[in-house]
């Protein structure tokens, strides 16, 4: 069954057309699709692109290049193609450009006094070791400190915040096993001493739910790994992304905990006779902010009905609670989770690591202040870069972090659309040298979508590996992908979507790079969250533009306790990573290496007209998905203030694709003669989307609107990025 249709972060009212709701989660697409339906305070981005392609149109809006012996050196001998060093704004914000090191301690890191031990909080003496010996697991984090002598020593509902990469699902998952397990044991003493008297047919008793498939595999793994000590409980997964048949087949054997992404659980509570609930007594619902972005709102619903309704006598399993207990995690917390938390829980407690509940004491913060904190080890900076070197300035970052075998073991960027990420994941995959010939990586769907980066690659680091990953990819894709990026000794770099924020725990994260910055300051923090975990150190860099981006600069020091962030010009980098050769008997300056990689991209995009269309749609897509920043922060990323043509070059695109102005998605170099076919073509790919204009346009009253716009919502699926179902 398909994924429920989902609405993101907002129930429709019956006049719900009238208001402007904020949309956060899901795809970019069904982000734009959404605001643009409710009405015309929305920025039209097809009619921005239009305006601006005409514009391109009547010349150069770079104006001249520099000295005729400039162009020379640099190959731009017609003045035509734009430079990288003139014409770019002027850059307001960069005062503090000195690097500082951090010396602060680790925030998220196992407690060391050494006071606190897994026994001393309650947990069995067999768990403690086998997290010791197995897991390498020595002390609790100051999360799991808080959270599990609590949970074992009553059935409270809790919710449980704390930074990321903190054990939180160590946190809940140690009290819940460590129940059923005394449970299990408690009858083996009434009964026969040497048999465990549950069983995985003796019912299912906690139910995970989580997101993403692969946060619901990665929890899945760390509680396979924690039963390694009580075999006798079985645990297992119903998330989708294989046949129905073979799920059920699973639940028909028996499992007492199970992991599960909503859809598919509803999917199972509704057709699946033998999947009994009624022995239930936990919930998790981890990463609760996303849930509820992603619209699963009515499918938890659904899942707290059904467990209400089959919540069985808890006379046939002695010592099972009779009260079932449900625990809410997540980093952040937005108002969505307390609506959550108003549908799922009863009287619950607030969970967090005592530092941040001191901190939280000492700075009070509005309703409208999201609560977030990032790890305080991870150093974090921006760089303010011109649209036009931002391609250049991504490839010497790279080229430098890499520079080295071990300096950085493992990288990921962020993008904002898939398009970006299959464009970028080509420019550093081509084979240098072979300008001609297209080297479009063909993935085969159940293998990793990787390949050799000669681009990055040095003598000095001759292995760098490139994956890429988005929520459109199979099911298996995506699965090989994370495995074998994980699993890589050598140096790998991960181009992403948002699919990739949440929960995901890949294992020597060094360096966390947002080439295009989060949709929201929540999903920063998730982003940058993938490293500085469990203690370790790790590094964050967010691509700025100048202008009202750096605007944004408050809002990243807001996440950190001391406020350190630092900021660096693209120049700057530049100037190191394309300095030539002490050596060097030639007049080549940095600019003119930095120009000649970018002429180079250039030249490889005009020879390969796949490749080129590739950037077309990438750049097309990277607009529209620019104008979907949550409103808060729509000032300061506002695509009214893109310099289109400049942000051209950073697809190394030498103009604005003129034939795209309201195509877009999937154009693949048709020209768009007429005023609205783009538009018209876009709306006949995506039915809902033109449900939505209809019902924008057509409905002669409100309620008959809200209705028809319900209809078309319901039509599209938020979740699908993330391919839940
Ligand atoms: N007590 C501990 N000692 C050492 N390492 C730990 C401990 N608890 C958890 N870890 C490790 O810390 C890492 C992060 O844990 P986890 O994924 O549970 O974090 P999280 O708080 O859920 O993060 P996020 O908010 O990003 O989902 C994992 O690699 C886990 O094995």
Redo the contacts with the bound molecule.
Sequence with gaps: MAEEPLLMNFSLGNDAILVQPKFKGGRWRERRGLRKATGPTGVNTDSILERHSKRQKTGNSDGPTRSIDYQRRTGLRHGVISSLFSYNPKIQSVTDRAEQESTTLPS?A?LVDGIDTFTSLGLSPIIASHLLTK?D?????A??KTTISRLLSGDTDALIQ??????????YLLPIVQRIVQISEQKSKNGNDTNYQIHRDSGLFAIILAPTRELSK?ISV?LDSLLGCARWIVSGTVIGGEKRKSEKARLRKGLNILVATPGRLVDHLEHTEVLDVSNVRWLVLD?GDRLMELGFEDDIKKILDKLEQKKGKSGAISDLPSKRTTILC??TMKTNVHKLGEISLKDAIHIQAEADAQQLLQEPTTSTDPIFSAPAQLQQSYIVAPAKQRLVTLYAILKRSFSHKGSVMKAMIFFTCADSVNFHYEVFARKVGQQNTSQLSDSTPELPTQCHSSVLSSVNNPDIMLYKLYGNLTQQMRTATLKAFSRNPNPSILLCTDVAS??L?L?SMDLVIEYDPAFSAEEHL?RI??TA???RDGRAIVFLLPGPEELYIPTLKHGFKDKRVNGSLSEDILRKAFAPAIASQTRETWEDNATGWQLEIERWLQSDSKIADLARKAYVSHVRAYSTHVVPERHIFNVKELHLGHLAKAFALRDQPSNMGRGGKGDEGKQDTGKHKGRNRDRSRNPAASDIDNARNSAPDPKEAARQMRKALNAMNPASEFNIA
């Design positions: 998220n196992p897991l697991i020595k002390a609790p984090t999360i799991q704390a930074e990321t990469g903190s054990g939180k699902t160590l946190a990665q760390v990463e997540s980093a949440r929960g725990d294992p998730h969250g993938r975990r469990a203690g």
